[in-house]
């Protein structure tokens, strides 16, 4: 049942000092694989402050939203799946780290945020709001815990099919409170589903503390509702965090079913980048950015622990930066969708039925009919 791991924080992210805990060890991986977290977290970083840069010059269409100080916690789970075995996980909008790790691309990131024609959903869904099943990341549809009852049933497909699969899905502490997280994790637990459900403790849903929304202390306690085992670590410790998962991965790939895992960790930003954060006690932000952001606190831990020369890391920023600086470039240059792309993928071509099919015998006039509904409508010839 509930367990809190060693690495338990004792802490909640509100108003609680945010003293490091001690890194914890994870022996499985090498030292090549090390450096590939840093690198994905700093490109996550990299990548999200130049989408600011782009949202402030009006180049991004819609809202932006940051993963700042949280880096660590979508890339390290995401990196506890297998790709080889075509594990699939749902991200939400402050986990584009764990979208980096299965394989999306910084270029389809940015066309994105700048719905261009060439984006992967064509510019009619904004940001990170896209997904790739072979890659192993599924489109989210709603932020809060809708996606919950989404992967129970993806993870339930696997099982019935006999596939070594798992998935993981990822919730905040606001979608803890909603109803859909709670069939939705209900059901996977009663299935045995292979499914890893990562709870973001971030302190804040838009802008109410995770105090003001829940009365359970910790939220790892909820896995004994379901029945399931619950872990807690430190979100802004990626080793700590890939090894929480990993633990939860393997038990569900070995038929163990479903682990609840909370991670603590501090959204820094506010829900999106219009957000001014008002409501943020002052100096919580700054006490948080200066004592335990967590591509510092990996830093040093490489640096101390692995021998990592201080240039090795430079070296990986100055290869993110350049791969930024080239995708930038690229979807920048990219066009604007197409009116008719609205259209493609949406309605059959040819229609399975006629377009005025509801029409028929209703004695609409034919003009307001022609009107309305063009006969090439539903069909894309472009
Ligand atoms: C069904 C539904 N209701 C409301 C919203 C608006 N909304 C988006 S995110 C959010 C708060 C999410 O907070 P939390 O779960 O803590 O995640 P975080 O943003 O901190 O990562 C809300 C209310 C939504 N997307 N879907
Ligand atoms: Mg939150």
């Known amino acids: 049942m509930a367990q809190r791991a060693a690495t338990r924080p004792a802490i909640t992210p509100n108003g609680s000092p945010a003293a490091p805990l001690p890194v914890a060890a994870a022996p499985a991986l090498g030292r090549a694989e090390k450096l590939e977290l840093y690198y994905f977290m700093r490109l996550t970083r990299t990548l999200e402050e130049r989408l600011v840069s782009l949202y402030r010059q009006t180049?991004?269409?819609?809202?932006?939203?940051?993963?700042?100080?949280?880096?660590?916690?979508?890339?390290?789970?995401a990196y506890a799946l297998d790709r080889t075995q075509g594990d699939i996980l749902s991200p939400l909008i402050r986990n584009l780290g764990s979208m980096l790790v299965q394989g999306a691309t910084p270029l389809e990131i940015l066309r994105q945020y700048m719905a261009k024609g060439d984006s992967p959903t064509r510019g009619?869904?904004?940001?990170?709001?896209?997904?790739?099943?072979r890659r192993g990341f599924i489109g989210q549809i709603s932020h809060l815990g809708d996606m919950v009852p989404v992967m129970a049933g993806v993870t339930l497909s696997f099982k019935v099919r006999g596939e070594r699969r798992v998935?993981?899905?990822y919730v905040g502490d606001g979608a803890t409170s909603t109803g859909a997280f709670h069939?939705?994790?209900?059901?996977?637990?009663?299935?045995?589903?292979?499914?890893?459900?990562?709870?973001?403790?971030?302190?804040?849903?838009?802008?109410?503390?995770?105090?003001?929304?829940?009365?359970?202390?910790?939220?790892?306690?909820?896995?004994?509702?379901?029945?399931?085992?619950?872990?807690?670590?430190?979100?802004?410790?990626?080793?700590?965090?890939y090894d929480v998962t990993k633990r939860a991965v393997d038990r569900a790939r070995a038929g163990g079913g479903v682990t609840l895992i909370e991670?603590?960790?501090?959204?820094?930003?506010?829900?999106?980048?219009?957000?001014?954060?008002?409501?943020?006690?002052?100096?919580?932000?700054?006490?948080?950015?200066?004592?335990?952001?967590?591509?510092?606190?990996?830093?040093?831990?490489?640096?101390?622990?692995?021998?990592?020369?201080?240039?090795?890391?430079?070296?990986?920023?100055?290869?993110?930066?350049?791969?930024?600086?080239?995708?930038?470039?690229?979807?920048?240059?990219?066009?604007?969708?197409?009116?008719?792309?609205?259209?493609?993928?949406?309605?059959?071509?040819?229609?399975?039925?006629p377009p005025l099919w509801f029409r028929e015998g209703?004695?609409?006039?034919?003009?307001?009919?022609?009107?309305?509904?063009?006969?090439?409508?539903g069909t894309y010839d472009g």
């Not at 180049?59 to 789970?77: C, N, T």
């Not at 849903?205 to 105090?211: C, H, N, R, V």
């Not at 004695?363 to 309305?372: H, N, S, T, V």
Request: one cysteine or more; charged letters at 25%; aromatic letters at 6%.
């Open 167 to 169: 998935g993981l899905v």
């Open 59 to 77: 180049k991004v269409v819609g809202g932006l939203f940051r993963s700042l100080g949280q880096e660590a916690d979508a890339v390290g789970s």
């Open 263 to 353: 991670l603590i960790t501090y959204r820094r930003k506010g829900h999106a980048e219009h957000d001014n954060q008002s409501y943020v006690p002052e100096g919580e932000i700054e006490r948080w950015s200066r004592e335990n952001d967590p591509i510092d606190r990996y830093a040093a831990v490489l640096r101390d622990r692995e021998g990592v020369e201080p240039q090795e890391l430079a070296a990986i920023d100055a290869r993110v930066q350049a791969e930024i600086d080239a995708a930038t470039d690229t979807a920048d240059a990219s066009p604007p969708p197409q009116a008719l792309d609205a259209l493609v993928g949406v309605y059959a071509d040819p229609p399975a039925v």
């Open 124 to 133: 009619r869904e904004l940001n990170i709001h896209f997904g790739d099943v």
């Open 362 to 377: 209703s004695g609409a006039p034919a003009a307001a009919a022609a009107a309305e509904r063009p006969a090439g409508w």
């Open 183 to 241: 069939e939705g994790i209900n059901f996977a637990a009663v299935q045995r589903c292979p499914l890893v459900v990562i709870v973001e403790n971030n302190g804040y849903a838009y802008s109410t503390p995770t105090s003001r929304q829940t009365a359970a202390r910790h939220l790892v306690d909820k896995a004994a509702g379901y029945g399931v085992p619950g872990e807690q670590a430190d979100g802004n410790d990626v080793l700590a965090t």
